[in-house]
């Protein structure tokens, strides 16, 4: 219960006895991040290059790509769209550890959690919009990006994270329960 009291207090519906967007589509969220940010703290210093196939990202790549994911929820809340073709600025360079990995992600955390508490029902349901230059990749309703790019796409790379972790022999973290290296 306490991931849903966190979100409940981070957001106050104008009326009490009716919860609002945010809280009714993201009541789930703290755990979620919780559960990331539990993959992330194992990330297996010196072992950024590696990867199970040619077609699949490094491991360093896919990490800091779980990492900065809360970053995009923040540029949906933030933007009408996002062009996935416009250049943008420089970035420092990625984490090499569990702890600059579970940084990455605390600090695009917060500040995704305040412009969440932040966010009214009119802004969650204006449409949102991802492109690729003229293509759109996609166009639906701000909670539905949220609910897709940013849960279920973390939850997806996540989950690519700990078979790179099981290959690799480094521990997975229970995360819906306790895992094998847990039992």
């Not at 703290?41 to 809360?70: C, I, M, N």
């Not at 796409?153 to 995360?175: C, E, F, K, N, S």
Request: net charge negative; hydrophobic share 40%; proline share 9%.
């Amino acid at each position: 219960m306490a991931c849903i009291d966190s979100i409940r207090d981070l957001i106050t519906p104008p009326d009490a006895s009716m919860p609002t967007i945010a809280q009714s589509a993201f009541a789930d969220l703290e755990h979620e991040i919780s559960g990331t940010r539990r993959v992330l703290e194992r990330y297996p210093q010196g072992k950024g290059d590696f990867t199970p196939h040619p077609k699949s990202f490094t491991l360093g790549k896919l990490a800091t790509h779980v990492a900065s994911l809360p970053w995009l929820g923040s540029i949906a809340l933030e933007t009408s769209e996002f062009d996935v073709m416009k250049p943008r600025p420089a970035q420092p360079a990625p984490p090499t550890d569990g702890a600059g990995m579970t940084a990455l992600l605390d600090g695009h955390w917060q500040k995704f959690k305040a412009e969440l508490g932040g966010a009214s029902d009119a802004s969650l349901l204006e449409t949102w919009t991802l492109r690729a230059g003229d293509n759109v990749i996609m166009a639906m309703p701000r909670a539905a990006v949220l609910r897709n790019l940013l849960v279920s796409h973390m939850i997806h790379h996540r989950a690519q994270l700990t078979v790179y972790y099981r290959m690799l022999d480094v521990p997975v973290p229970g995360l819906y329960g306790p895992s094998a290296d847990e039992m």
